[in-house]
């Protein structure tokens, strides 16, 4: 057992605090809300190579032992993902001091932040079913918030559908919760995953498990994205880069947290539906992203594709595919807020956010155009940078699962993000400059530095594979071996043997 399993949550979470009585004291926000993230992922590290050396950690709350009381469970999974949230979301805040300006620091845009990091973080460590929904909901309302920051008639509207469509899949949410602990006696997932093994998942759990696929789709965007262009794309570029990068992750790590540990004895029926579901996301998210002008919108259908790109292999549910899907949700984490910076920034410099009305902006920002080429590689596998060695390893688990036509889909989405990230950098800043001298506004440096080290990170993920790979080998050899997860939790002798 250790206390430094609460520390991630914790640490944003009581900054956030802090900075509610600070509003107007802008350098002590920035510098307490940097600290506070930068300090989670410091942990992150330091528990991950905690699990290397003594296994699945665990947090009893209370001196409650499992399965009675409140718990947190650390494996690597669950804190690669910590780690990267963290990491992304202070790389974000970096960009969000020199771009967000005073209206929105007043506005308590910083200690928003923090909750729905501090809400991301528990959702990642959690141990058990309710608690999930409670870290849910933390993530959900600091993002209600986030999105209406400023007013504007877009945000609003945008809004409206974001709040309705997650209040709704909340109540499905605490629907599933409910059947679920009538049918099981426990909300534990260890024990879940011990009873449904014990009893099989007959009828009745297999409806439940459908509730569940039906709420974290909802909150992953897996098909039933229709509310995620819009919402994303009408908030500051720092808000929506945070977003992007994190909020469709807790969803997607539901999903294959809790169909690879309670949830998988029936795969020819909820593997079958994911793998639908992905296939149907992938041709989706690609039709929207090749028709649409406005360059948020098409980044925002870029989250799409990767969504359904990560859960391809959840439906195929070997090790080899879902190593590929972990090594992709840390890429996209990283490559997404990236995207969501330089696109954010190309439209605050021009004042413009459609295609055809930019153009030759390599010649007035070359950085800013590099930067965006960068990303645009490494969302489309292109070596050495990150996201290659994920369709690598996804291309081999999906032909190992047999599984051609989402293999297909799969790659030919890679050419579509190719395509459509393609003509915002052909359209945008290659042609004819149409910005003179003097109509160029200044880009700062401290401005452009995040964005530079989110390429850093996106080329060290890339070239340092190896280093990554004992945590996400160790983080898939879990998934695919849930008896693992269950006596590190329930087993006392396991954890003394430690």
């Known amino acids: 057992m250790t206390n430094a399993l609460v520390l991630p949550v914790l640490i944003p979470l009581l900054t956030a605090i802090v900075l509610t009585f600070f509003r107007n004291s802008f350098i002590l926000q920035r510098t307490l809300s940097f ?29 409650w032992e499992p399965p009675y009381g409140i718990l947190f469970v650390g494996d690597s999974f669950a804190l690669l993902l910590v780690t990267a949230a963290a990491t992304v979301t202070s790389i974000i805040l970096l960009y969000a001091f020199s771009t967000i300006g005073e209206a929105f620091e007043k506005m308590y845009v910083y200690p928003f932040m923090l909750f729905l990091l501090a809400g991301v ?32 008639k877009v945000q609003l509207v945008e809004a409206f559908t974001y709040i309705t469509i997650n209040v709704l899949a909340s109540w499905f949410f605490l629907l599933a919760i409910a059947y ?10 260890a024990q879940l995953a011990e009873r449904v093994a014990e009893n099989g998942q007959g009828p009745v759990l297999t409806v439940i498990s459908l509730i569940f696929l039906l709420v974290f789709s909802l909150k992953a965007g897996l098909l039933l994205y229709f509310w995620l ?6 908030p500051p570029a720092a808000i929506a880069a945070l977003f992007g990068a994190l909020l469709t992750k807790v969803g997607i790590y539901a999903l294959i947290r809790m169909f690879t540990l309670v949830f998988h004895h029936s795969p020819e029926i909820t593997q079958s539906i994911i793998g639908i579901m992905a ?7 690609s039709i929207g992203a090749l028709s649409s002008s406005n360059i948020q919108q098409i980044i925002a259908y870029n989250v799409v594709i990767a969504v359904g790109f990560i859960l391809v292999g959840l439906a195929a549910g070997n090790e080899v595919a879902l190593q590929g899907s972990i090594y992709y949700v840390l890429h996209d984490m990283v490559s997404k807020a990236m995207l969501f910076l330089a696109g954010g920034l190309m439209i605050s410099l021009t004042g ?12 007035n920002y070359p950085t800013l155009g590099w930067l965006f080429f960068i990303v645009m590689l490494s969302l489309t596998g292109i070596p050495p940078f990150s996201g290659f060695i994920g ?11 047999e599984t051609y036509v989402l293999l297909t889909l799969a790659f030919l989405s890679s050419l579509f993000v190719l395509y459509s990230l393609l003509r915002i950098f052909l359209n945008c800043f290659m042609g004819e400059a149409i910005i003179g001298s003097e109509e160029q506004v ?41 008896q693992t997860y269950i006596e590190a939790v329930l087993d006392k002798e396991a954890m003394l043997k430690k």
């Not at 890339?462 to 080998?473: K, S, T």
């Open 35 to 63: 600290l506070a993230t930068a300090s989670s992922a410091g942990i992150g590290v330091y528990l991950l190579l905690r699990i290397q050396s003594e296994g699945i950690l665990r947090l009893d709350f209370g001196g």
């Open 121 to 152: 973080n528990g959702s990642f460590l959690t141990g058990d079913v309710f608690n999930l929904f409670v870290c849910f909901e933390v993530m959900l309302l600091a993002s209600y918030a986030l999105l209406i920051l400023g007013g504007r």
């Open 180 to 189: 679920l602990y009538g049918a099981t006696g426990t909300l534990n997932m």
């Open 229 to 234: 262009p819009g919402s994303y794309s009408a």
């Open 279 to 285: 296939a149907l996301t992938l041709i989706g998210g």
């Open 352 to 363: 413009k956010a459609k295609i055809g009305e930019l153009s030759g902006l390599i010649r």
């Open 391 to 401: 369709k690598v390893l996804l291309g081999e688990g999906l032909i190992e699962a």
């Open 442 to 482: 200044v880009l700062k440096k401290r401005t452009l530095l995040p964005i530079v080290m989110l390429g850093v990170l996106t080329l060290a993920i890339g070239i340092g594979a190896d280093a990554i790979a004992p945590f996400v080998n160790d983080a898939a050899s879990t998934l695919v071996n849930p």
